[in-house]
Structures are given as structure tokens and as C-alpha cells.
């Protein structure tokens, strides 16, 4: 809105209307005489048009005119967005008391009377003009302040917003570190009894091997033990019980290497990372989770199993945050499992061959980590939306659009790296950590 309150008091322009050439003239030279930019009209017919079109800070207005007189401008004035505002003072005669009640109950300001009193008519103009200013500059001060007061709220709202999703991308990051404890705290009381069994086995299997021996010795020595020797022999199935004695201790080794394999993928899963890098052998991260991840991969009554395909390069120890690498790692190999999945909706379930590519390579100055899957793909308009916190296709409960966000900041801020994501719909879709040496 255009500032008039520098120019209204000095130069108010003023527009008067009244049918008698008289009047009009004597008004209007007081009012130039005392400076006031005049614009003087006798046809109330064409009034409103030029009044619209010169916009006066001020107009008078005679009652008593032909055709249009005015009360009925003053009513159309007033209906008028444009005009509305501006302070309307009548003319009437002195003693005509109906016609000044009934011009102010119609909006106008102020009246004068004829014959005119000079001074009277400078000072009322006067005030109304500066009442007008007033008017102006209130006007001006709450446009700006309600716009400043919708700019604050924007802010909040955005600083609410803001403050929303660092609170989520907490709690999520301390869900994921107490399940790392936890992780970390089962897989540590596991790791005792299993070495116990462990180390027992490795006693046990010897002793066996010698009691089987001793057994043979006795049948070899003692080919007729007697009656009830041999009927016992003959109900356990000797020979069996040597032959299989020693396979099944060996696949209980077996057993618990295994064990012990998983419970130590688990502690060095969930190892927690301190406050400054470790150097780390990267691929040790994948394996472990993909290992944690089995049990998604395996094959499921309405499919196949997930083959995972593997291209390891020969790569140096990296410094890096492993724990946040392995989140990473398992919320894109996560994430690449659920599009597989979804893929096979659309599809002949059969036939499809489903893949993960996890490729790692070196150049120059970084380390190139891809994922890769042959799943659904993201439809070009929803590529540039994956990275943001929140953003999710899937159903309600199943995921929270946090994944990507989470790891896009480990890999950028924590890392100085960078994840990009390449997709082509329908076909597959591959992520890309560059992490630099
Ligand atoms: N490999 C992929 N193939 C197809 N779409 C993907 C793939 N990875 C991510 N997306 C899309 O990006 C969206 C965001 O992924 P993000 O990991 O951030 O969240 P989410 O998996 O939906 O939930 P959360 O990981 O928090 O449980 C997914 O909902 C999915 O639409
Ligand atoms: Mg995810």
C-alpha cells in the first residue's frame, strides 16, 4: 500500500461536488488559497467515475442536486472498495438539522453549512484530514504488522516441524542404539556357555573316539562276551551306535562353531562406535549383515530365496563409525528385500529370479560400496523424494521414512561421503556409497 501520509496535511488533494457554479467557487478558492490541491465537479453524474479516477483524500459533498443527489453518492461511495475510506463531509443549509442527521447516519464525516465560515470549514477540513492520516498510518502499521505476525508463525511452524522430526530421528536413533545394547548384552551371556560346550565338545569327542576304540578291542579280543552282552548288543544296534557316535559329536562341533559365529557377527554388529573412528575391515559389516538378515533372505512358501551375489575388491581397513556403516548397510539391504518382495506381486512368482548385487571397489581416493537389487524400481517422480525423513510407500506400521534419511546423514556428515540412488522402474534399483580414504 502506497504511503500518503508525507503529502496529505501540505497538498491533500480535495474533490467537491455541488450543481451551483456559486458555491464551487467560493470553496474552492478558500481551500486553494490555503494550499489544498482542488478538483472541483458541478455534474454529480459523472462524479464517481472521477472521483475513482483522481482517488481525493478528502470529498464534499452538496445534499441537494439533480438526478443523482447526494446521500445517494454517498451511499454509492461507500459501496466502493476503492472509496469507502475516504471521509465524506456535507453541505447543508444551517438550519436544516433532518439533512445533517441523515448525511452522518449515512457515513459522512462531518458537515458544513452555507453560507460558508471560512476559519469553520479550514478547521474541521483540518481535522478530518489529519483523522484521515491517522487512519492511513494505523492502516499501514497493521498490514505490516500482520505480516510480520505471519512470518513469525511460519517460522514457528517450521521450527515445530523442524524440532518434530530431530525428536523422531532421536528416539529412532536410541531404539536403534538399545537394541544394539541389547544385542550386544545376549550375545555376550550367550558367548560363555556356548565356549564352555565348545571346549567340553572337543574333550568329549576324544573320549569318545577312545571308548569306540576300546569297544572294538573288546570285540576282537572277546568275540563271545556272553548271553546277556550279546543280547544288548543286539537291542542297541552296536554297531550303529559306534558308526554314528563320532558323526554326531562332530556335527554338534559343528553346531556350536556356528553358534558361536553368529554371537560373535552379533557382538561386532552392535559394537558400539565410541566417539572417534576405527579403522575397520568393511567387508566384515556386509557379511554380518547379511547374516543378521538370513532369515529375511531365505526362501518362503510364496517364494524363492533371495540369492545375494557378491563382488568383493581387495580394499584396504577403512576409519570409519562401523556401527553406523552397518546400519546402513542393513537398512538399504532391508529396504532392497522389501522391494523384491513387493515386486512379486506384480509378477509371475515363479519365474522371477531374485537378486541382491553387493559390490565394494576402490578408487583413487574412496571406496565405492553398491546395492543393488532387481525389485520394482521408484517411479521417476518419487526419486527425489526417498531421502527425505518420513517419506514412505509402505504400509502403516511396516516402515517409518526414517531409513534413508538416517542414512544419507551417517554417510554425508559422519563420513563426508556421499549415497545416491539410481532406479529404473520396473527393473531394479541400486544405491551407491562413495566413502573417502
Ligand atoms: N531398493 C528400493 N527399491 C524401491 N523403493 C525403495 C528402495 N529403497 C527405498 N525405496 C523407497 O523409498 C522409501 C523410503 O525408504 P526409507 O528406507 O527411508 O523408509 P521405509 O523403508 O519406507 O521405512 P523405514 O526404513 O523407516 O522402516 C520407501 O518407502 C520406498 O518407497
Ligand atoms: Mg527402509
Redesign the pocket.
Known amino acids: 500500500m502506497k504511503s500518503r501520509s508525507t503529502y496529505l496535511d501540505a497538498s491533500a488533494k480535495i474533490f467537491i461536488i455541488d450543481d451551483s457554479y456559486y458555491n464551487l467557487d467560493i470553496l474552492s478558492t478558500i481551500l486553494t488559497e490555503s494550499g489544498y490541491n482542488v478538483v472541483a465537479e458541478m455534474n454529480s453524474e459523472i462524479a464517481f467515475d472521477q472521483i475513482i479516477k483522481c482517488y481525493p483524500d478528502l470529498i464534499i459533498l452538496d445534499v441537494v442536486m439533480p438526478k443523482i443527489d447526494g446521500f445517494k453518492l454517498c451511499e454509492v461511495l461507500h459501496l466502493e472498495p476503492k472509496t469507502k475510506d475516504i471521509p465524506i463531509i456535507f453541505m447543508t443549509a444551517l438550519t436544516d438539522i433532518e439533512q445533517k442527521v441523515k448525511g452522518l447516519n449515512l457515513g459522512a464525516v462531518d458537515y458544513i453549512t452555507k453560507p460558508f465560515q471560512k476559519e469553520e470549514i479550514l478547521a474541521r477540513i483540518q481535522v478530518h484530514l489529519r483523522i484521515r492520516q491517522l487512519n492511513l498510518e494505523l492502516e499501514e502499521q497493521k498490514q505490516q504488522l500482520e505480516q510480520r505476525v505471519q512470518a513469525r508463525t511460519a517460522e514457528l511452524s517450521q521450527a515445530l516441524e523442524n524440532l518434530k522430526q530431530t525428536q523422531l530421528q532421536l528416539v529412532q536413533a536410541e531404539k536403534i542404539s538399545l537394541i544394539g545394547q541389547l544385542v550386544a548384552g545376549v550375545a555376550h551371556e550367550v558367548n560363555n556357555p556356548i565356549g564352555f560346550i565348545a571346549t567340553n565338545l572337543y574333550h568329549a569327542k576324544n573320549y569318545v573316539e577312545d571308548l569306540v576304540h576300546l569297544v572294538q578291542l573288546y570285540q576282537h579280543h572277546f568275540p563271545q562276551p556272553g548271553a546277556s552282552i550279546e543280547k544288548q548288543i543286539e537291542e542297541m544296534d552296536l554297531q550303529h551306535v559306534l558308526e554314528d557316535l563320532p558323526k554326531l559329536v562332530s556335527s554338534m562341533k559343528l553346531g556350536t562353531d556356528s553358534v558361536r559365529g553368529i554371537m560373535q557377527s552379533l557382538r561386532t554388529f552392535s559394537r558400539a562406535d565410541g566417539d572417534t573412528k576405527k579403522a575397520v575391515n568393511i567387508h566384515e559389516g556386509l557379511e554380518t549383515t547379511l547374516m543378521i538378515l538370513q532369515h529375511r533372505l531365505k526362501a518362503k512358501p510364496n517364494r524363492s530365496a533371495i540369492k545375494v551375489i557378491k563382488k568383493y575388491a581387495n580394499l584396504p581397513l577403512i576409519k570409519c563409525y562401523s556401527g553406523q556403516l552397518n546400519q546402513v548397510f542393513m537398512?538399504l539391504l532391508a529396504?532392497?528385500i522389501?522391494?523384491l518382495e513387493d515386486s512379486l506381486m506384480n509378477r509371475d512368482q515363479e519365474a522371477k529370479n531374485l537378486q541382491i548385487h553387493v559390490c565394494t571397489s576402490l578408487d583413487q581416493e574412496r571406496v565405492i560400496i553398491q546395492i543393488a537389487?532387481n525389485?520394482?524400481?521408484?517411479p521417476e517422480s518419487k526419486q527425489n523424494e526417498?531421502f527425505q525423513p518420513f517419506?514412505?510407500?509402505?504400509a502403516e506400521g511396516k516402515?517409518?521414512?526414517?531409513?534413508?534419511?538416517i542414512c544419507q546423514q551417517i554417510i554425508r556428515e559422519q563420513h563426508g561421503g556421499t549415497l545416491e540412488c539410481v532406479s529404473s522402474p520396473g527393473e531394479g534399483?541400486e544405491f551407491l556409497i562413495t566413502i573417502p580414504l
Open positions: 537398512n529396504n532392497a522389501d522391494a537389487d525389485g520394482m524400481g521408484i526417498i517419506f514412505t510407500t509402505k516402515g517409518t521414512g526414517l531409513g534413508l534419511s534399483t
